[in-house]
């Protein structure tokens, strides 16, 4: 946990700490499309889904969803590890990241359209995904390879998808991919 406040024993909880993470990959996405995130207002959002809403360049208000991409197998492995050795990463092919992110959209356009459903007040014109990933085996080459084989997906509520992959040091920001 992380120390905050006056008080170093006040700690921000591991769910919290998350919230600013997901909210992080958000703005590195309105920043690398060229958003202000302050002047549209992002923040989080209560109830949730979307995990964040922002008002777009016409004033509509956008709900903005976050879901990381990651190997389960792969994060319990290293969980374990007690060294950089023991750690282990996927070799992600194409096919298999195609077929993730698919899996992906298809799910949270199904949460978004159940809370949708229960809500008479459903305020936003619009969601969009942004999906951020650590996985080294997914270089950004790749990434903009499979970017045209989103667009045929049909989904009711998510509007654009943004894949936004691990830091690059070499142009210094995190690399990112619209996939529809």
Excluded at 77 to 82: D, V
Excluded at 96 to 101: F, P, Q, S
Aim: charged share 35%.
């Amino acid at each position: 946990m992380k120390a905050k406040g006056k008080n170093p024993e006040e700690c921000i909880s591991q769910s919290e700490l998350d919230k600013y993470s997901e909210l992080d990959n958000v703005k590195d996405v309105f920043l690398a499309i060229g958003l202000d995130p302050q002047a549209l207002e992002l923040r989080h959002c209560n109830p949730d889904p979307p995990d964040y809403q922002a008002f777009d360049g016409s004033g509509n208000l956008v709900g903005w969803e976050e879901t990381g991409l990651y190997d389960q197998a792969v994060e319990r492995i290293n969980a374990k590890a007690k060294t950089i050795r023991e750690r282990v990463y996927r070799g992600w092919n194409e096919e298999d990241l195609v077929a993730e992110i698919t899996r992906m959209i298809r799910g949270k356009d199904a949460k978004i359209t159940r809370a949708r459903a229960k809500r008479s007040d459903w305020p936003y014109a619009y969601v969009n995904l942004v999906i951020p990933t650590d996985e080294l085996a997914i270089p950004t080459e790749m990434a903009e390879e499979i970017r045209d084989r989103f667009v045929g997906i049909e989904t009711t509520n998510i509007k654009e998808t943004y894949l936004l992959l691990s830091y690059d040091p070499n142009i210094q920001r995190r690399p990112w991919v619209r996939l529809r």
